[in-house]
């Protein structure tokens, strides 16, 4: 395969009941207090077995409305801070809009997966399912100041510590 082959992905689901677009977003609300439900298209179904089992999943999906692409972003909006690399951030204006985050699994009842925490909306196609492991712990990643300014804010913001205490890292401060 060269470099300049397309790559094409089909879905292997969809979010039915993900979270909410900003301007429909309840105040106060985070993506911890949103239980969300992904839709496994029947041919896939049998794919699922065993998934049970795992308290996390890592959820692959595709920002299908972002339609923009750029190189570079002040995260979160903010003038505060630096301006970055879009792949020094997990923000949507990708090449390959492309996103991925871990969840905590609440139920699995074929074809459907009640999750918690995933940041995809209502509609997101799904391109992938993966258990998360002990292979994909970190336990004290190093992150830029700004990373570490918002993620304490949000912690205390949004409860993190009681809501999920399986977020950040495992000792504060570096």
Known sequence: MSVSELVCLNPIGVVEEGLERPKERKAGRSRYDVISTIRVFDEFADGLEGLNEYSHIIVVYWMHEEKEVKLK??????????????????????????????????????????????DAWTGTPVLDLKPYDYYDIVRNPRVPGWFMERWREFKSKWGYDSLVPWLGPCVEGG
């Open 73 to 118: 972003v002040r995260p979160w909006g903010f003038e505060k801070y630096p301006e970055v690399g879009i792949f020094a951030t997990r923000f949507p204006p990708r090449p390959n809009p492309i996103g991925v985050t871990v969840v905590e699994l609440i139920s699995l009842e074929k074809p459907r997966i009640k999750v918690r925490g995933l």
